[in-house]
């Protein structure tokens, strides 16, 4: 079992910025492929940024060159630094760590969520 918690959330000023944190316990984070996804009420939930075990990342394109993700294995723990936040980025950010076990099957494990607020 993996237990992930986020912080970082908050509330912050248009073009501020904002480094979000994936802490993980229970497991070793470096078995695990991390995406972080944000969901506003009433919204799809988007697939914002993944890191692969091997450090690999992809982005996606609303948030190209505003968002970058990383991780500390050694701190078991996923990143996602946030810069030039716009209006239209608050929702509620969560992290999800995945494996395939033996026989191929994925694995999910999620966190609970932080809340990015961008308002003037």
């Known amino acids: 079992q993996v237990q992930l918690v986020e912080s970082g959330g908050g509330w912050v000023q248009p073009g501020g910025s904002l480094r979000l944190s994936c802490e993980a316990s229970?497991?070793?984070?470096?078995?695990?492929?991390v995406n972080w996804y944000r969901q506003d009420p009433g919204k799809q939930r988007e697939l914002v940024a993944s890191?692969?075990?091997?450090?690999?990342?992809s982005i996606a394109a609303s948030v190209q060159g505003r968002c970058t993700i990383s991780r500390d294995n050694a701190k078991n723990t996923a990143y996602l630094q946030m810069n030039s936040l716009k209006p239209e980025y608050t929702a509620v950010y969560s992290c999800?760590?995945?494996?395939?076990?033996?026989?191929?099957?994925?694995?999910?494990?999620w966190g609970q969520g932080t809340q990015v607020t961008v308002s003037s």
């Open positions: 229970g497991s070793t984070l470096s078995m695990y492929a």
């Open positions: 999800n760590a995945w494996r395939l076990d033996g026989s191929n099957s994925r694995i999910d494990y």
């Open positions: 890191i692969s075990r091997f450090g690999s990342t």
